[in-house]
């Protein structure tokens, strides 16, 4: 266990690695897809999200393996929460960011999909006493999930004549550097954030759904931010519903397989991730752009997610009782 001085090293060594990496990162993704012909969308994805859900798995199937289900299912329902309200909506303040077509009608709807299934499956104990059924159905989806994205991206190839000039395995070496530093660099926050939340004795769920969860999203965070400022929305937005689908579908369906997740115990904070996730599609849809203004408001709606996390469910399940 790091001491709180070393903590506060841990986390500002993350925080130049996070930045360093994701810079790289979302150059070298948008140098590769101009040169392959595939829309920047795709890759952000398939291909970062991947990356930047690394510390989600990390964390999510560790606990598994030691069989914390309360983190392991808290990890991803905090990260993704973070995913659509902290992350989308820093990086709008930062820069209105621009919503393509192909994001409303196919990212969207797969990603608010995913999210009903998983309260389906969860309100069904098909995460719970039959849970190796859940976790396989899962990568079964994740599987589809993933050829569907590969099949989508020979449809949108662009024409040989109109592919950019550049050295690809210099920018594909570029992303894989790009990951490694966004996910070591969230490694190291994590187990700062970890070493100074036990110091204050927080619960391992509270940890997870709270401190954890940003943690594990700070890759996504970078990433859409630098992104957004950037001007490149695609890869802004695309790594954020690609990465919630990873999280839902492959993370959690790998942790599945190995005990019960305990999901019907978190249905309160599955309904918010839903509620969330409805927000979101009249958000994106209107005036296919993402304002500063509703960017702000996505910001509110995580500091009160926040506070309902750290004590404001119990006043609110007093209230309900009384």
Not at 23 to 28: E, M, P, S
Not at 208 to 217: C, D
Not at 232 to 240: H, K, P, Y
Request: hydrophobic residues 60%; charged residues 10%; negative net charge.
């Amino acid at each position: 266990m790091l001491s709180i001085e070393l903590a506060i090293i841990v986390f500002l060594a993350g925080v130049v690695l996070l930045y360093k990496g994701s810079d790289i990162l979302v150059d070298g993704t948008t140098h590769v897809a101009a040169q392959l012909g595939v829309s920047s969308l795709i890759i952000s994805v398939v291909v970062v999200a991947f990356g930047t859900s690394a510390p989600e798995f990390a964390i999510s199937f560790g606990a598994a393996l030691q069989e914390h289900a309360d983190i392991s299912i808290g990890n991803i329902l905090g990260s993704c929460v973070a995913n659509l309200l902290l992350v989308i909506g820093i990086s709008a303040v930062i820069r209105p960011i621009k919503i393509q077509k192909g994001i409303i009608y196919r990212e969207l709807p797969i990603m608010a999909l995913v999210t009903i299934v998983l309260l389906v499956f969860s309100l069904f104990g098909l995460l719970d006493g039959f849970h190796v059924v859940g976790g396989i159905l899962f990568l079964v989806f994740f599987m589809m999930f993933v050829l569907y994205f590969i099949r989508c991206a020979h449809r949108e190839r662009i024409k040989v004549e109109e592919f950019s000039k550049g050295n690809t395995v210099k920018d594909s070496l570029f992303i894989v550097l790009g990951i490694a530093g966004v996910v070591l660099g969230a490694w190291f926050l994590i187990e700062s954030a970890i070493t100074i939340a036990n110091f204050f004795n927080i619960s391992p769920f509270i940890i997870s759904l709270s401190m954890v969860a940003i943690g594990t999203s700070l890759p996504e965070l970078v990433v859409s931010v630098m992104a957004s400022y950037k001007d490149e929305s695609d890869i802004a937005v695309g790594n954020v519903l690609g990465s919630n689908v990873f999280n839902i579908l492959l993370v959690l369906g790998a942790a599945a397989l190995l005990i019960p997740l305990g999901a019907l115990a978190s249905v309160d904070h599955l309904l918010i991730l839903l509620g969330v996730t409805l927000i979101m599609i009249p958000i994106l849809r209107s005036n296919h752009e993402i304002s500063r203004l509703e960017g702000v408001f996505l910001l509110l709606l995580y500091a009160v997610f926040i506070w309902y996390t750290f004590g404001g469910s119990l006043l609110v399940q007093g209230v309900l009782s009384g």
